[in-house]
């Protein structure tokens, strides 16, 4: 299945609480969408990583995904290594995404930064003709979007450029919380973590705000670019 857009995550949950607003606006305008989750998250204090498979599940189904799998990396140890590589760049080659969407360049989560630069090195290497990669036993061809982001995370970081989600907060909101063991949620208030806290989903949509309000919207989500961008009109930048 072709993609128009295509999120690499280090974990189930980060492409929501990241960049879910913008992978919905695009949806509703046609667009196809997915997201390849890089770990499990294993590690994560609450819940199963089955819990969190389902939570996925529900999430994409929330957002109207046309595919979300899971690459089953070691969450918290996976490296930039080949193995990895050629992992990433078989779902690249799979999905052949016009434009690639990755974890933030620096955060709060080791696992984050690892995986904007895995995500970024697996999308050059996923262009070249002399790496061979095989999905159910077929070579695959080459492929290398023609675009790549980066959304914000816990860390603030200033972003380059920020998408109008004011029409899907709602949308954004239901996909975070169908996460149901990881935040806030009073049937399960044990053991705290940083990110159950309620104040943690207070930040997620002040920034929101502070984001929609520097473009003249409502609600907003940040990107920052590898490379600059450039346009054809002045017009695309309205």
């Known amino acids: 299945m072709k993609l128009d857009i295509l999120v690499l995550a280090a974990h189930p949950d980060d492409a929501e609480l990241g960049c879910s607003g913008t992978l919905a606006s695009h949806i509703a305008k046609g667009y196809k969408a997915g997201v390849v989750d890089f770990t499990r998250g294993e590690l994560g204090t609450r819940g199963t990583p089955n819990d969190r498979e389902n939570e ?17 990396l070691e969450d918290g140890f996976f490296q930039n290594t080949r193995e990895s590589q050629l992992a990433v760049v078989r779902a690249i080659r799979k999905f052949r ?12 989560h080791p696992d984050h930064s690892r995986g904007a630069q895995l995500a970024f090195d697996a999308c050059f290497l996923a262009g070249l003709i002399k790496v061979e ?6 070579l695959q061809q080459p492929w290398r979007p023609k675009a790549f982001y980066h959304f914000l995370q816990s860390q603030f ?12 907060w709602d949308v954004k909101m239901r996909s975070i ?32 705000i502070e984001l929609g309000h520097s473009v003249g919207a409502r609600y ?17 930048l309205i």
């Open 56 to 72: 996925a599940k529900e999430a994409a189904e929330i957002l109207g995904l046309s595919v979300r799998e899971n690459l089953a």
């Open 97 to 108: 995404p016009e434009i690639v969407l990755a974890n933030a360049v620096s955060d709060r």
């Open 133 to 138: 990669t095989k999905n159910d036993g077929e």
């Open 157 to 168: 970081i200033e972003p380059d450029f920020v998408v109008n989600i004011s029409d899907y």
């Open 177 to 208: 919380k169908a996460f149901k063991t990881q935040f806030h949620n009073p049937q399960i208030s044990e053991p705290e973590t940083y990110i159950s806290k309620p104040a943690f989903l207070q930040m997620v949509e002040s920034r929101a």
């Open 220 to 236: 907003g989500e940040g990107f920052t670019v590898a490379r600059r961008p450039g346009v054809n009109s002045l017009f695309d």
